[in-house]
């Protein structure tokens, strides 16, 4: 499956959240994302385990917001009190602002329902990362945004390489019946774990130097003057329709500036790879499943755009 399928579908599924408080709705998402997860994720690749790193991540975002609630109050009134906190005096210049009082059932309902969006949003997105690894994404990237995209799979998987070599190490250590918990035992496995970073940088850089990393061609300079308008004014396209697409009052403006806005960004970025000559081996090809895996996302961000307002968004 091309790695941009399973993004545009992850990606539509996180608008569709966005679009909706409705938590039977945003409970039917995040039980599509972990179904689709866990059939189709690569089982032995290291990145396909961090689905479950941004559940959890969701998790706590959901218990802050609530304890903000909670803590700080909400905008939204109510009449249902559910406890009656100790509330603690603040000056005047922080008017608005309150510590404890009174805890309503609806500022805490609305608090569940802003968390559980946001919540959902970012179990997409996980869901993304554990089904297309950050390196197949890479092949798939235009030629213009090769360099920027090798430095972002490269800090991407910093951090489950790193997590790796520290399961590796502690297992290695418990074989030989040492201890690997406690300061002493992470103390021991720093001094490796940060030897196997630095080993492989040196071998990731050499690699680069050797695959002519950073070479370009000279390019006409009217093509330079091109290119760089069209994908700033093709960015700032895709910024306006899309928040236009995530606001009520831009629905009417969003689809034709967001569209233009793609139109033009690629069209800059297809000029853009002219200077970065590279070879692709074994590409991923966009074949039928993945346009109906993107097809699949997009519909459902379409029908929550054009749902019944009541029933995207339940009263408190």
């Known amino acids: 499956m091309h790695p941009g399928a399973w993004w545009l579908w992850s990606i539509s599924l996180g608008v569709a959240a966005t679009r909706t408080t409705n938590p039977i709705l945003l409970a039917l998402l995040v039980a599509v994302s972990a179904y689709v997860v866990a059939t189709c994720r690569p089982a032995a690749a290291l990145w396909a385990r961090s689905y479950g790193a941004f559940v959890r991540l969701a998790l706590a975002v959901l218990a802050i917001r609530l304890v903000f609630a909670v803590a700080l109050g909400s905008p939204i009134p109510g ?38 969006k946001l ?62 918990r406690g300061l002493r035992g992470l103390l021991q496995v720093g001094l490796p774990v940060l030897e196997g970073a630095l080993e492989r940088s040196v071998a990731l850089a050499a690699a680069m130097d050797a695959r002519g990393y950073g070479r370009t061609v000279a390019v006409p300079a009217r093509v330079r003057r091109t290119t760089t308008a069209l994908t700033l004014g093709g960015l700032l396209g895709v ?27 690629l069209g800059g970025l297809w000029l853009g790879g002219r200077r970065t000559p590279r070879t692709r081996y074994r590409p991923d090809r966009w074949d039928l499943r993945a346009c109906l895996v993107a097809a699949s996302g997009a519909a459902v961000a379409a029908l929550l755009g054009v749902a019944d307002e009541t029933a995207l968004h339940p009263g408190v």
Not at 87 to 106: C, F, K, M, S, Y
């Open 79 to 116: 009449t249902h009190v559910l406890v009656t906190l100790p509330e603690v005096p603040l000056p005047h210049w922080a008017q608005g602002i309150r510590l404890g009082g009174r805890v309503t059932a609806e500022a805490v309902v609305f608090a569940l329902y802003d968390g559980l």
């Open 119 to 180: 919540g959902t949003l970012l179990i997409c997105v996980g869901a993304a990362n554990a089904l297309a690894g950050p390196t197949r994404l890479l092949k798939s990237l235009p030629g213009a945004l090769y360099e920027t995209g090798v430095a972002v799979v490269v800090a991407l998987t910093f951090a489950p390489n790193l997590i790796a070599d520290v399961q590796r190490l502690r297992a290695a250590r418990r074989l030989r019946g040492r201890p690997d």
């Open 239 to 265: 910024c306006a329709g899309t928040y236009g697409l995530l606001t009520a009052e831009g629905g009417s403006y969003g689809v034709p500036v967001l569209l233009a806005g793609l139109a033009a960004a």
